[in-house]
């Protein structure tokens, strides 16, 4: 597909997308100052918080490749400017449950990318940038169709809070990590697998401050949609998982591999953030950081025996490891719900996790196939192919 | 100008500067904790996401020339904690209209700031340290003066509130870009203008990070002082002029370039944010994106196009291109109110732009002849000539 | 000490923790959304911006020294992981002085884990990962102890409110400076002295960007616990101390070295933000400013004159000079109130000054003995010995 049939597309797309969009407007607020504009102001803060791990924190993490810094940042930028726009223009015009454009529509939508970006994780390295912004405009759509199955008791699956997963270990981590391997698979040719992509040398500093900024601002996107008197615990909450995600995560690097890798610690001492989503607001400190410590340590024995073993044997691609850090901490999530609340609606919470998964897998198929449509090729792809080279100017 | 000349007159100033501080006291609060509060802590945590901005979203987005990473950096520490001092300092006393200390008056503080840091980008690697210092002492009564005619009814030019500028499209940027091109045109000699600046080897991932964060903090910088019911529909038109300009800016960096400038997509994508700044909380989501879509156009087109061309044939510098960030999209969004508001004072929106823009050229060129009388040179700066090497330590 | 030997110690003392941190319940909310719960919100974006300075700030201020970046990330990792659970732990168990889990404990565990932070600051480079969790789980209870005398009233020493120091210059900056001086000085034996730590070659903008971030959330840490109507004039004055210690350094930089050091700008830069510590809700802007310029000016003289000579003479080692920017303006801040505040208590304020530094530097001697059961070096310690290296894969 050459240069001059691909950026009209895009520009066509975004047109047609912004005249569509000019018919929205906001809902109508009281016109006072009163009690409801301050939380409102308060979740904008979480809001924000969220942009900061979208944007900076997996910007970061993923800019750990060799030759491909510039792309995974750029790639970032772009399904960050792709996803929310989209997400809140679909669902303002009444895609899969109407509503108006407020600051929970804007988190939804941060919701969204933050799912899509765990996705790319997988196929990081073997897009060029228009397959990026393509893989962006297919995914928000199948995301919201598993959302309003999950969350909106849509097809009448699933009750009405029937799911319990507050900060999305299940609607966004374990979806996102499965659809992009799914895509993963379904789009990589063998030849192309047996290519590594490797680390870039100034990397582990930039990747461990992408992961500093998941980490520090994660109480957040838990906390972002929970009711107010409900945000202490739930902060708290996520704070020890993490903090036992991250004990775990150098333990079992060092039993694992003898050394610590410091790729582990950036990537695996996360995954108490993901693991605690479903019970952040209701569970106690003890089983938020036990659920850590098992979170940590599952994650790390993922990147240091997994992996190594999918990648040589099944020749399965996952460039960021995201079903180590999203898949398998999340759906451990959504099981945790059986095991630390009281009155968890058992069945529904294991059909959710299954239907998750299938939607998943399923449209991460689809999606692989639809990519396809859009260039292949062989070998993985170098920043210089698609950005100048200042360094040389 | 030697060393030890230098030096005392920094250090006289800051004295001078502090004795006359120590007569400023805090505006009286009323002692109890009450709604007023609240807000006023919800003001603080915008003002702080500001300064996010100008630290580090400003000095790294700087920091991409070849030898000049630590001064840059060094500079935006120096220069902000020079303006926001001096605008504090000047109001309290009762310069161009009296203020008692608080949070709005540290929001306008950090404006200031903005709009110097804004006006260094032009002249970045020309100037020496002291000279930096010096330009902020120059610039902060220069630019209150603009503020005082535009917002403020000084001198009974433009009626107040007469200027849709709530985000500082025009007051801000605008000023700022053109202030220091100005400043560049005038100390600089010819035989200086011919050299080219170089970008530095790992400079591309430190600019997307200022970058990142100054799109990431940006809705605060516009909602700072918008009144608390206003907030949501603020900050979600800035997002999506901010996705508007960042994909806009892909879009047209291929097609002018054939490759994808990493320096275009750390730039042309915080357009949005400029041009958005005077309908900030106004516009429609439509109408939102749109403005930015066409602000990340333009401005990718003044780097790749004009840019060129000004350096070949008229040799005009402007190190960081201001005028393409923040000069041409901050007078199209000024201009953009015209069009998206309804009941807008028509003469009083373009007598302001035009005020703004003569205002800043007049005091720009005036006070790059005053920078000249600190030490003038024939050839950019380097870090070394002012930093000691650690690295050959 | 051997790997196999290591590892289940840190994991035994995890679990040990965990199992009787599983006790714990959250306090009981009202159930109700009230002004309370906003103001608590508001208390965890302090919370969250002091981890921002925990995380980020500390780590990449650290991350300096040539072959050491990675560990110095992950030190501060696996720090900030261990003291924060302890103390919440520690404290909701009724170790000096009972509390439920709530906001205000999470920020006092914060504010250890930063005195923590600070002492490792003095030892950087000379421990194993292992170590540094074991100097966290002994120097926990040894602050709280300090903490217990100093503001609770602990032992009938000091009034309740007797020590100004809300920002914590004494109980926080002070306190962990002297201590991990304290822990250098005893575990480090003479042979190791006399090798020096280099700093690596693209360290400075990194080094600069942890202290961006330290200034920038500063005032967020000096208000954490404030009450809310005093919030406004805290933040000011912490931000006016900053930019006074800013311009301080950068003039005494090039007065005492004759070129500016970067390392000079990050770190004597925020010795305004500890010595405004004590001061910080009560102090006048220009006295605040001053207390900035004085701190700024004193640390510069410590880093250009101080260090270089103890090195030399004493051969006492103080890897990122601590004692300069936590150490002496924490003693000076304390002093401050002394002079800035009419109605200051002079003997309970010079008696917690005192008491603070002799615990510090008793416990540290003790704490540097314990951790030389846990290995001793001869030469510093470099990445590579720990870490796996991605850069050879």
Redesign the interface.
């Known amino acids: 597909m050459t ?1 001059s049939r ?2 009209p597309i ?2 066509l797309l ?1 047109c047609l997308f ?2 569509l ?6 809902g109508q ?7 409801n ?6 979740k ?2 979480r ?3 969220i ?2 791990m979208l ?2 924190g997996f ?2 993490l993923m ?1 750990f490749l060799r030759g491909y ?2 792309s995974a ?2 790639a970032t ?2 399904l ?3 996803a ?2 989209m997400y ?1 223009f679909l669902k ?1 015009v009444g895609f899969l449950g109407a509503r108006v ?3 929970d529509l ?1 988190i939804m939508g941060e919701f969204a990318a933050a799912s899509l970006l765990i996705a790319v994780g997988a196929v990081l390295g073997r897009l060029r ?1 228009h397959q990026y ?1 393509i893989l962006g405009l297919v995914f928000i759509p199948f995301y919201m169709f598993s959302e309003w199955i999950l969350l909106e008791g849509g097809l009448g699956l699933i009750p009405h809070g029937g799911l319990i997963d507050t900060g999305g270990s299940i609607v966004i981590h374990a979806f996102g990590a499965l659809f992009g391997v799914a895509v993963a698979v379904s789009m990589t040719n063998k030849k192309e697998m047996g290519i590594e992509l ?2 870039d ?6 990747s ?2 992408g992961s ?2 998941l ?3 994660w ?2 996107f838990c906390a972002a949609i929970v ?7 739930t ?2 909450n996520v ?2 998982a ?3 995600s ?3 995560t ?2 079992f690097s ?2 694992l ?7 582990d ?1 950036a990537n695996a ?1 996360l995954a108490g953030g993901v693991a605690i989503g479903s019970t952040c607001d209701t569970a ?4 938020a ?2 659920i850590g ?1 098992i979170a940590g340590a599952i994650s790390t024995f993922g990147f240091a025996i997994i992996q190594v073993k999918l990648q040589n044997k099944l020749k399965l691609i996952d460039t960021c490891g995201v079903s180590n850090l999203h898949g398998i901490p999340g759906i451990l999530g959504g099981l945790s719900a059986l095991v630390v609340l009281g009155n968890v609606d058992y069945s529904s919470q294991l059909l959710g996790i299954a239907i998750a998964c299938v939607v998943a897998i399923v449209t991460g198929l689809i999606s692989g196939k639809i990519i396809l449509f859009f260039g292949t090729r062989f070998v993985p792809y170098q920043d210089s192919e ?3 080279d ?2 040389e ?1």
């Open positions: 240069l691909r950026v895009v520009v975004s912004l005249c969009f000019n018919s929205i407007t906001y607020t009281g016109g006072e100052v009163d009690f504009s301050i939380v409102d102001v308060q904008y803060y809001a924000l918080h942009m900061v944007l900076a910007g970061f800019a810094g510039r940042l750029t930028f772009l960050v400017s792709t929310i726009p809140i303002s454009v407020d600051i804007l940038m912004i490797q680390a040398a100034t990397s582990d500093r930039f461990l401050l500093m900024l980490w520090i601002f109480p957040s009711p107010v008197e409900a945000i202490p615990s902060v708290i704070i020890l993490l903090a036992g991250t004990l775990a150098y333990v060092i039993f591999r003898k050394k610590i890798l410091a790729a610690i001492a106690s400190p003890g089983a950081m036990l410590v698609e950005f100048l200042t360094e100017d």
